[in-house]
């Protein structure tokens, strides 16, 4: 004898209720063909649902059909709704289990979570698309690193920890400090911008403004170091060209036998406005003290 299985009942449950031959249980009840016809759910769906705890069936037989109270399709057509909006399956159980406030203040929330991210998301795509029609290959298919020598110096800083998203606000804080340089002697060199830890799209890191000023205006010690570094041009300042930059700079002190005693830093030493700069306008270094 061939196996029929849940599917192979269901099926014959489908058909029975279509018969209007409902064998066992309540005759009020709905097979799962015609829960699912009613409902705009699967009968595929309904099966994982019941195993989820989701939604179960009002009955199950001792055969496998499963039957369904009219009450139940109001949840049914719910959960129909929420899985339009892409919503996880964890969220959509909290959501049917709620009251009514309680659940469209979960659904408000968690919309404006999917809102905030699709904008995030666009922008991200509309800087790619920027970038990508900017992009220049390599220089000489590598990227040429140069070493110098940075002399002790001070300077006023402000640092925050930063998503990618929230990077403008170096542009500010350059502002305000280089406000506040020039009201103690002058910028006595390029600003710079110090990464103390990973800053992408997920990841919150450190990043520090520093504004180089005379030893008598305040703010902290750079001590004197070499730093190897790479020139960049506005055609590879964005990602993920830049990384590119900041792998090579980190493999050169790497294979020549040194060791970073600082954090890499973007030096803004050319006087371009980043905004109104052609792609092939330097706009800063890419640099690694090392010793």
């Not at 830049?242 to 980190?250: E, F, H, N, T, W």
Request: proline share 8%; with cysteine; net charge neutral.
């Amino acid at each position: 004898m061939g196996r029929t299985g849940a599917a192979g009942r269901d099926r014959d449950a489908r058909s029975a209720g279509l018969r209007g031959d409902m064998t066992a249980g309540d005759p009020a009840l709905l097979t799962i063909g015609e829960f699912a016809r009613r409902s705009g759910l699967s009968m595929r769906a309904l099966r994982l649902y019941d195993r989820m705890g989701l939604l179960r069936p009002a009955e199950t037989a001792a055969t496998g059909y499963r039957r369904y109270t009219e009450r139940q399709l109001y949840a049914g057509r719910l959960i129909a709704l929420l899985r339009r909006l892409d919503m996880p399956l964890s969220e959509i159980a909290a959501i049917v289990a709620a009251p009514g406030p309680d659940a469209a203040g979960r659904l408000a929330a968690y919309w404006t979570a999917v809102e905030q991210r699709l904008a995030a998301q666009r922008d991200l795509a509309d800087r790619l698309v920027r970038n990508l029609a900017a992009e220049m290959p390599a220089p000489h298919g590598a990227w040429p690193v140069a070493v110098r020598a940075v002399a002790a110096r001070w300077v006023l800083s402000e640092i925050r920890h930063v998503d990618a998203a929230e990077l403008g606000w170096v542009r500010d804080a350059t502002a305000r400090l280089t406000a506040l340089a020039e009201q103690s002697g002058g910028v006595c060199g390029p600003h710079f911008v110090v990464f103390h830890g990973n800053v992408d799209e997920d990841a919150t890191g450190p990043v520090e403004v520093c504004v180089p000023v005379g030893p008598g205006a305040g703010g902290r010690p750079e001590p004197a170091h070499r730093e190897a570094y790479v020139p960049v041009t506005k055609g590879h300042f964005e990602p993920p060209q830049i990384l590119s930059v900041y792998d090579a700079v980190r493999r050169w002190v790497r294979e020549h036998g040194y060791t970073p005693v600082a954090p890499p830093r973007e030096v803004y030493g050319y006087g371009s406005v980043i905004d109104a700069a052609a792609p092939g306008d330097l706009v800063c270094d890419v640099a690694l003290p090392f010793g």
